[in-house]
């Protein structure tokens, strides 16, 4: 019954290497996101979609390709991997109209 | 542009005695604030939020928050600390007219026994 998920927990790979992080929310929110933390704990959000279109797209580089099939579900690809992507990604989600957001485990990205 | 500042990035306490983490908001509008909890290797958990309707917000686990707009602050107080509220502590505002959020940089809190 896990509201906001997120796969894999970890990711370990190598640089140049092409990985996916999937996100699931099961709480028929409208709007989902990506953040990134990094070593220093410090969140900032990447992208917004909301009802499958995006609507927030921070400066991030253009290896980094949000996906959402459906209103439940944003996946994040992120091709040609550098040292400096390592960090962990945080999924989450919001009702329409709120700007209450709640989050996933999150996924911690290791480039080696 | 909406930002927050937390004033300090580690507070330590003893088990049982008050906790104080301070945030500081800058906003030109009447913001909405939030305080997330993230334990050690765990996603990040709503503590509260403020909405206008009251300044004093009452959260989950014993947590509090009082908006002051006089002292453009947000700060989290508990009466007595429990070895599990040792986590990371993030002051956050919503930015005006979009779903976005703002998250100060986090207060390391630190329960002794």
């Known amino acids: 019954d896990t509201a906001v998920s997120q796969t894999p927990k970890y990711l370990v790979t190598q640089m140049g290497n092409d990985k996916s992080i999937k996100c699931e929310q099961n709480?028929?929110?409208?709007?989902m996101y990506w953040y990134k933390q990094d070593s220093k704990k410090f969140l900032k959000i990447m992208f917004s979609y909301n009802n499958k279109e995006l609507i927030i797209n921070e400066t991030v580089p253009n290896r980094f390709s949000p996906k959402s099939p459906d209103k439940a579900h944003l996946n994040l690809h992120i091709n040609s991997l550098e040292l400096g992507d390592s960090a962990v990604y945080f999924c989450?989600?919001?009702?329409?109209?709120?700007?209450?957001?709640?989050f996933g485990p999150g996924t911690r990205l290791t480039v080696l | 542009a909406q930002s927050v500042t937390q004033l300090d990035s580690h507070v330590s306490v003893s088990e049982g005695t008050p906790v104080l983490l301070r945030c500081n908001y800058s906003s030109s509008y009447s913001p909405s604030l939030f305080w997330y909890v993230q334990h050690p290797n765990k996603g990040l958990q709503l503590l509260l939020k403020y909405t206008s309707a009251a300044t004093l917000v009452k959260g989950i686990n014993g947590f509090e928050a009082e908006f002051k707009k006089s002292e453009t602050s947000f700060h989290l107080t508990k009466p007595s600390a429990h070895m599990s509220d040792a986590a990371e502590y993030f002051c956050?505002?919503?930015?005006?007219?979009?779903?976005?959020?703002?998250f100060g940089k986090g207060t390391k809190l630190t329960v002794n026994p």
């Open positions: 989450a989600s919001s009702p329409q109209l709120t700007d209450t957001q709640y």
């Open positions: 709480l028929g929110h409208d709007t």
């Open positions: 956050v505002v919503s930015v005006y007219g979009s779903e976005k959020l703002v």
